[in-house]
DNA sequence: CTCACTGAGTGTATGATGTACACGAACAAG
DNA sequence: CTTGTTCGTGTACATCATACACTCAGTGAG
């Protein structure tokens, strides 16, 4: 046994071997009519140029959800949006050059927030469409994938489709996004029915404006009746 | 700027700091009349003595699956069983000592597959009832909590419930399995309605034994049609 | 002012599914 | 043979899902 030998300046010794901890974001957006999910352009080896999630490695004394939520901040501009856990890649091989662990979370965010203007800390980033993503770096494609599934399996017993659209939305817009997710076709008077019945989005005395036809009522999610009938036991389901 | 170091023997150094990542198992079994949990002893400060998740940390080449499968066969002798990621928890402080991020797992075991018998590996371990657990390492109960969540959720929408009944099972015994996740009672000519209408289970032509009344007829999950169907959208739902 | 266009808003009939509910027969044990 | 326990079964009713088409409001062009 040799003995101790103090740690290298401006580094960090351990006595096994630890992986880097990242986390990744897949930020997803609804447009007129489909999902996009905002990417950016790496600046840095490996994969340097590609397309990826925004994300980075956790600090040290930082909560992964924080970190997801900084790293989004820094690399995006977005804030305050509803964000969630997804899951967590740790393949040996995901990075070239070392064991990185990602815990990816997935955010949804309504798209008219965020207009990614140039010059901002945002400037490499970019919606794109779902259905035709570029290549992306590391595993990125897949944690989308994965990410979409959630989606897609949530928004049927969950109210979290009301976090893509604006405050106040049509009835029109909220079946939009259904048949967007899940990838199918409604019927519209079936569908006001069914949402009108849950008694959990409020008619409000206001109308579309800017719309070259009849402007529709628009509607609010009303929160705190879903929190409190939540707690009585109620489940909600599209 | 200093010159070059090089890293102390036995030790790994890294230019930032990493945090350590484990795997933690919930393992549920079904007993009786209540889900069972296994827990070990700690034999190792922190939490000397108290009852914990098996788990372990994550080899510097493997997956985190597979690091949940090897620490669950080292600590309990339990291989060849239902796992599935469940969340994964990192806030700074939930190690006392340093900071340890930890994938948890979840994972259905038949009980009787799992007789704990002392003098193997899994001496220490044994078998919890949820409503009686004792006090824990960690963030262990909360992980626990996450892990019953889950499988309260996704069993009625996915046959995961079969992975805790051995593979002949009664649709009595299949019923008292939903009736003590979902923790309500079913009514036992719908629920058989239900069932056999999904068309899932098939009828054996053994019946049980060992009991002191009108032994009952055997089914069997059927895993090949169930597979099949999925691919064509079908959709599991009790 | 009129017309054309677009989407808003609305009800009913039918089939499918969920729910409530009770008893006779099988078998084992004594 | 009696007792105790669980097995296995059907029907009536309520609720929910689905299929389906037209009139009207409002805008914009001419």
Chains 1, 2 share one sequence.
Not at 79 to 90: K, N, R, S, W
Request: charged share 30%.
């Amino acid at each position: 046994m040799s003995a101790w030998t103090p740690p290298p300046p401006g580094r960090h010794v351990y006595e096994y071997p630890r992986p880097a901890v990242a986390v990744d974001c897949v930020v997803l957006g609804l447009d007129t009519d489909d999902l996009k999910v905002l990417l950016i352009r790496r600046g840095v080896d490996p994969w340097k140029g590609a397309w990826a999630l925004p994300g980075g490695f956790v600090g040290e004394r930082e909560g992964l959800e924080a970190a997801a939520r900084r790293e989004l901040a820094e690399e995006t501009g977005i804030g305050e949006v509803f964000l969630e856990q997804l899951y967590t890649f740790g393949e040996p091989d995901r990075d070239p050059r070392h064991r990185v662990i990602s815990v990816a979370y997935y955010a949804l965010a309504k798209l008219s927030d965020f207009k990614l203007t140039a010059g901002t800390d945002a400037a490499g980033a970019g919606w794109h469409p779902l259905s035709k993503l570029p290549a992306l770096a590391f595993d990125h494609a897949a944690i989308i994938d994965a990410a979409v599934a959630r989606l897609r399996g949530k928004v049927r017993y969950a109210p979290i489709g009301f976090e893509l659209l604006p405050p106040r939305f049509t009835l029109t817009q909220l079946q939009r996004l259904y048949e967007i997710i899940l990838e199918r076709e409604l019927d519209k008077r079936n569908f006001r029915k069914k949402i009108l019945s849950l008694d959990l989005v409020i008619e409000t005395d206001e109308k579309q404006t800017g719309v070259r036809h009849r402007a529709a009522r628009l509607y609010r999610f009303d929160r705190k009746k879903y929190d409190r009938l939540v707690k009585h036991g109620f489940e909600f389901a599209i």
